[in-house]
């Protein structure tokens, strides 16, 4: 690739990543989080929001205010704002942006498998899809009875496709089948993703190769977590995590024997990254691994706007957008069910 | 003297029904105390594994309960219920049965026995691998289910032990038409 990213960036990015940088500054301060912690009912809280950028997204919403609701709502203004940079993006932002979406097409196929597992309507279920993630292919994804078909007949369109190679067998699709199978796209794409940013160089590469290290390490340590005490035997579990990152080989090797929290800790106390996180967990605030890991999401994805003329900056964007759809969401479960002691355990992103 | 005796099984009736609504404070203390464990454990689980993958898509709209409760007649014709676990009654089986979510290798050629399979634990509709604060949200409307059972006996026990007292009471009242 060409070095000096600066000389060439703007003429093709120059104008979405002003914008980004635009709607990063609307993000929630810590001043808006402490207006919304004080609200009393879901009401207020939509009040609050409309002193935010949020403005009136919640406008046409019929009462009662429910918590799904707000989050439906907040998911379909990114998703806006997501299109608006899609739309307006060149080669190779745009096989950037298409990378970012594949995990919230992956969680929907999952979603639609899970529908008709348990026989719901396929109507009910797009309703609940991300809509980061629609594809045309969509409504046919109930009909498949084995992840072969699932590639075959309707997938194979899709930006998936590539990433079906590990997990085309003819076994039934029931739970434990498609729990394995959500890992192991995740895995190939979280692979296929890295490859074209190390591929891409300058910047880009600097920034985001670190990110999606974490993000692979971070799978591997909650795959870990969740599956003690489950039917899930050590040697598939093995098969789940993605191949690179700061633990690949030998730190996957040691997790993939971990029996319990403590020896998984262990693995994680050779690692100077990571011994802190893990001796965050637990504590006075009574913290989980999964909230440490977001926090230090939170940290990178915040350090990513130090830079200029990279990618990173878009993906950064949607993943602290999330966090903050996440924290508002947390805010109005806390309210709702009006159990406040634990209301201020969102994380500050600004 | 059956005055006295009736006085002193009034006094103990009476005893007997604070410690009841004592014990009945308590246990509907801590029922509430579980059911808002339980339901803030889901709000955990849903801001690590996603609002909408924790919800009603995940769940049928028709399902067998796990769980029955069983009324069982004790002394004096007062009913206590206990919550037991249904499909206690496993059909005769002959062989080793596999578990419901062994991973089937290949095209399944034997019919399994479809005449009733081990109920699935509910935690799977979420998933294989779910997070802590799912599981720790099921343990508490567990132990809630186990109370409210506890809860209704109580409450049974209580309205008995009033019709008692009335009936003592209006025995005492002719026994001793000026003293009552």
Redesign the interface.
Known sequence: MLEGAELYFNVDHGYLEGLVRGCKASLLTQQDYINLVQCETLEDLKIHLQTTDYGNFLANQTNPLTVSKIDTEMRKRLCGEFEYFRNHSLEPLSTFLTYMTCSYMIDNVILLMNGALQKKSVKEILGKCHPLGRFTEMEAVNIAETPSDLFNAILIETPLAPFFQDCMSENALDELNIELLRNKLYKSYLEAFYKFCKNHGDVTADVMCPILEFEADRRAFIITLNSFGTELSKEDRETLYPTFGKLYPEGLRLLAQAEDFDQMKNVADHYGVYKPLFEAVGGSGGKTLEDVFYEREVQMNVLAFNRQFHYGVFYAYVKLKEQEMRNIVWIAECISQRHRTKINSYIPIL | MAALDLRAELDALLLQLLGDLEELEGKRAVLNARV?EG??SL??A???M????V?P?????HMEPQVCLQASEAQEGLQKFKVVRSGVHAPEEVGPRE?A????????KTPEPQSSEAPRDPL??F???????LRQAQASFWDGLQLAADIASLQNRIDWGRSQLRGLQEKLKQLEPGAA
Not at chain 2, 50 to 53: L, P, V
Not at chain 2, 57 to 61: E, F, K, R
Not at chain 2, 101 to 108: A, E, H, Q, S, V
Not at chain 2, 127 to 133: A, E, K, N, Q, T
Request: glycine share 12%.
């Open positions: 808002e339901w803030l709000a955990k849903r801001y690590a996603g609002t909408k993958s919800g898509l995940q769940y049928a709209s578990a979510l062994r991973r089937r290798k290949g095209p399944t799977n509709w998933g294989i691998l779910v997070p802590h604060s």
